[in-house]
């Protein structure tokens, strides 16, 4: 194994464009166990959203609210979409641009997110009222969890594309960070779906 | 450079996935706001909407199927979903047969 690995650095130019495939790779991976994360919190959620202790209920959501969220959501996705085609063209700028449009529409989500957690828990709707609140905030919260942190990644890079410029390096954290922000949207379509489609139906 | 030389989508990929997902947004949406169907068929609809998005999230944004050689992610992926639909199912199976033993 050490020799291997010795082997691989002596060859630089080849060993290098191997690992950055085999970084996004990792990346798919640890998407699946992302997936594997909430799948458990979904299906602690379809196990106990009936037990609503009297109190706060699925019909309770605040509609016009997380219709805003998703699509919000949803544009970012796109936007972050846009970056990457921007990077491949090589447009620095415009890689920044559509990275900062990124940023700014998932903070309006996670604002609102907290703004809606907030008014739940100023009607007594807070984590121990019910199993299904306690499932409900863990799930939602979660992936809310996941977009904050994906937000303080992306000013991150924004900062180390712009001293360092597009290079291979770059180019993958880019692309890595474009798939974690796709697949978040894609949690959310379920948590859209699940928790709150079916929660007014 | 063989990797980075892929296809990693142009602008009208992104703009036909975007449409496609607002519209499969959209769709459930207006069915259950209006009340449009019978319950298990709308349950059924709008789930169908949601996988049918999260595959188009897959190929239109995510480019699933880039790269040369074994696709390892999809295997990755593959076996990631059966876990889910073990998780989730399953656990939904068991917990509704405790429902009618009490």
């Known amino acids: ?201 | 450079m063989s990797n980075h030389e892929q296809h990693t989508g142009s602008v009208k990929a992104y703009v036909t996935g975007f449409v496609f997902s607002i519209i499969l947004t959209i769709i459930p949406l207006v069915l259950v706001l209006n009340h449009m169907m019978a319950k298990s068929a709308l349950v059924v609809s709008i789930l169908f909407a949601a996988v049918l998005q999260f595959v188009i999230q897959l190929f239109f944004f995510m480019h699933i199927r880039d790269g040369e050689g074994p696709r390892y992610n999809v295997m990755a992926l593959v076996l990631g979903l059966i876990f889910v639909g073990t998780i989730v199912v399953g656990s939904i199976w068991i917990m509704s047969f405790n429902e009618i033993v009490q």
């Open chain 1, 1 to 201: 194994m050490q020799h291997s690995i010795g082997a691989h650095v002596s060859d630089h130019d080849h060993g290098h464009v191997d690992h950055e495939g085999l970084k996004v790779l990792g990346f798919w991976i640890f998407l699946v166990t992302d997936c594997l994360l909430f799948a458990t919190l979904f299906a602690t959620y379809a196990v106990l959203h009936s037990h609503t202790n009297g109190g706060f209920t699925g019909k309770d959501f605040d509609v016009p609210g997380f219709i805003i969220e998703t699509f919000v959501l949803l544009i970012s996705s796109f936007t972050s979409g846009l970056a990457v085609l921007q990077m491949h063209k090589g447009n620095k700028k415009g890689l920044i641009g559509w990275l900062v449009i990124t940023l700014l529409l998932g903070a309006t989500f996670v604002g609102m997110e907290i703004h809606e957690f907030a008014s739940m828990a100023a009607e007594g709707a807070t984590l121990s009222k019910s199993a299904f609140l306690t499932s409900f905030f863990t799930l939602v919260g979660t992936h809310g969890l996941h977009v904050t942190f994906g937000i303080f990644w992306m000013i991150g890079l924004i900062f180390q594309v712009s001293r360092k410029g597009i290079t291979s390096v770059t180019t993958r954290k880019i692309s890595i960070i474009s798939l974690y922000w796709h697949f978040l949207d894609a949690v959310w379509i379920f948590i859209f779906t699940v928790v709150y489609l079916m929660g007014v139906m």
